[in-house]
Each structure stands twice: as C-alpha cells, then as structure tokens.
Antibody, heavy 120, light 107 residues
Framework: EVQLVESGGGLVQPGRSMKLSCAASGFTFNNYDMAWVCQAPKKGLEWVATISYDGSSTYYRDSVKGRFTISRDNAKSTLYLQMDSLRSEDTATYYC?????????????WGQGVMVTVSS | DIQMTQTPSSMPASLGERVTISCRASQGISNYLNWYQQKPDGTIKPLIYYTSNLQSGVPSRFSGSGSGTDYSLTISSLEPEDFAMYYCQQYDSSPLTFGSGTKLEIK
C-alpha cells in the first residue's frame, strides 16, 4: 500500500525557515517524480514544486522561486521542502504527492498533509 | 497562468441523485484535465485523468467529459461517501492549476 506521511509543520514567524519531510513507502520511490501541493485555509489547491525521480530537475511556481527548495533522498525514500523567508501568505496545509508526468500530469497518491502557520 | 473556474461552488443534492459539476478553463486545454475528491478530513483522492479516464478503484458512477475550455464531472447516483469537495486540475501548461472547488452537500 502506498503511503506518504508528512511531518515538520507548525508555527513559524515571518522571515524564518521551516523544513517539511515526506516519508514514502509501498512503492519504488526512486522511480517516481514527487511534488508538494498546498491549500491555504478555506481555499483551493495550489501546486508548489515538483522534483524528478532522480533529483536532477526541479520545478517551482513563481511565488516560491528563490525561497523554497524541493529535494529528495532516494536512499531514505524521503521528500523534502525547505521553506525560507516565509510570508504570511505561505500559511497552508502542505501535501506531498506522487506526480505522474508520463503521458499525463497527475497526482495519483497524496499524503494527509501538514499545517504550516506563518505568524508573529 | 490558466484560470480554472468551477460551477457551482456548492451544490446541495440527495442520495441517488445524478449531479454534474462544471469546470471552465480560461483558454483551451486540449483535454488535459484531471479531477480529484477531497473529504472533510483533508484526504485527497484522484478520480479521473485526461478528461474521462477513471482512476483504478474509482466507482463507475463517476464519469468525466468535455473538450476545449469546458469540462464536467458527473456522478450518476450519489452515495453517502460522495459528499465532499471536488477539484479540477489542468496540465496543458505550467504552472499546473486547480479549480476553486465544488462542495457537494447533502440536501
């Protein structure tokens, strides 16, 4: 069974940093691209970043470029999101998702999400 | 960015009813459209990819259709577990964008 379990969220002050982790199991992690998708309170879903299966390519939405870094450790089957210079508008639940990008562009498994609150 | 507009934003419906949720793109997206379901506890599940292809394990009462800028998700006969939020997502161009969501509520 595919499982994605996020951790590392919480309350952080504006301008500070936070690192999220996503532990994957139930599939061959290094065969798949992975992504982070966020959801601000009472709002819709927003793609944040994607990393290729081997970590060689990364993609970001404009609003996080230069502030967020997606990475992975295939030996540990773990995905990361390093978030720097956090802003109040980054407050959201962050979901880790498996990202299928062959033929389609589709998130086929999602974690339960981890809440990040940026506030002083 | 391609804007995705879903209508209605909320929809009261009854068990056994047939419902259709619409999703309109701000430009043509060549059928590059997926649908997801989000339960009140936050759990997100994929339903349909490339407009009309059912994800493995999704009941056949779900179906998708559309072309150009206009797409829809239909549930042929509502079951209790179908009352949730639904989101469309386009992948015609980057960044990937989602619709604003439709909340399916019990009437």
């Amino acid at each position: 069974e595919v499982q994605l379990v996020e951790s590392g969220g919480g309350l952080v002050q504006p301008g500070r940093s936070m690192k999220l982790s996503c532990a994957a199991s139930g599939f061959t992690f290094n065969n798949y691209d992975m992504a982070w998708v966020c959801q601000a309170p009472k709002k819709g879903l927003e793609w944040v970043a994607t990393i290729s299966y081997d970590g060689s390519s990364t993609y970001y939405r404009d609003s996080v470029k230069g502030r967020f870094t997606i990475s992975r450790d295939n030996a540990k089957s773990t995905l990361y999101l390093q978030m720097d210079s956090l802003r109040s508008e980054d407050t959201a639940t962050y979901y880790c998702a498996r990202h299928l990008r062959i033929i389609t562009d589709y998130f086929d498994y999602w974690g339960q999400g981890v809440m990040v609150t940026v506030s002083s | 960015d391609i804007q995705m507009t879903q209508t209605p934003s909320s929809m009261p419906a009854s068990l056994g009813e047939r419902v259709t949720i619409s999703c309109r793109a701000s430009q043509g997206i060549s059928n590059y459209l997926n649908w997801y379901q989000q339960k009140p506890d936050g759990t997100i599940k994929p339903l349909i990819y490339y407009t009309s292809n059912l994800q493995s394990g999704v009941p056949s009462r779900f179906s998708g259709s559309g072309s150009g800028t206009d797409y829809s998700l239909t549930i042929s006969s509502l079951e209790p577990e179908d009352f949730a939020m639904y989101y469309c997502q386009q992948y015609d161009s980057s960044p990937l964008t989602f619709g604003s969501g439709t909340k399916l509520e019990i009437k």
